[in-house]
């Protein structure tokens, strides 16, 4: 298994009425000519999780950490008028926390940061702040809480 040491969330910056599921966004990946889905992880908006690339394999999402990181990503990330916006459903949340709590049992020492939060990246995704958001799973609140 490779190291994991942070935890890269995502959006597809797409807008409310901008449908887009798993298999789609597979196949959009690998139209860029990459083996499958570049993320780890996808969350529909119903809330669904979808497995894309296995853990063991390196991701496809952000350029410089996939050696090391694991992929999330959950459907939108515009508001109606294309505008970026954390447009995540309760059911996305739910979803996001529950599979969050489960790769901190596998990696906790691994870093739970945005795309927009990585050195050099100059997007809004995933629209909103993991490391405040999830500041209670971060490495040292997390090994302090588990002890």
């Avoid at 459903?89 to 709590?101: F, S």
């Avoid at 050195?119 to 995704?125: F, I, P, R």
Wanted: glycine content about 8%; some cysteine.
């Amino acid at each position: 298994m490779r190291r994991i040491d942070l935890i890269v969330i995502h959006c597809t910056a797409s807008r409310p009425d901008q449908s887009i599921s798993f298999e789609k966004l597979d196949k959009m990946h690998q139209a860029r000519g990459w083996k499958c889905c570049g993320y780890h992880y996808y969350i529909t908006r119903d809330g669904q999780l979808h497995i894309g690339r296995p853990e063991e394999m390196v991701g496809a999402h952000a350029r410089h950490y996939n050696a090391h990181s694991i992929g999330i990503c959950y459907e939108g990330g515009l508001d109606e008028k294309g505008h970026a916006a954390d447009t995540r459903t309760p059911a996305q949340r739910h979803a996001m926390i529950a599979l969050l709590r489960s790769l901190k049992e596998d990696y906790p020492d691994a870093e739970i940061l945005g795309h927009c939060e990585l050195e050099g990246v100059h997007k809004a995704c995933p629209c909103f702040l993991p490391s405040i958001e999830y500041q209670h799973l971060q490495p040292t609140t997390w090994q302090e809480d588990h002890k």
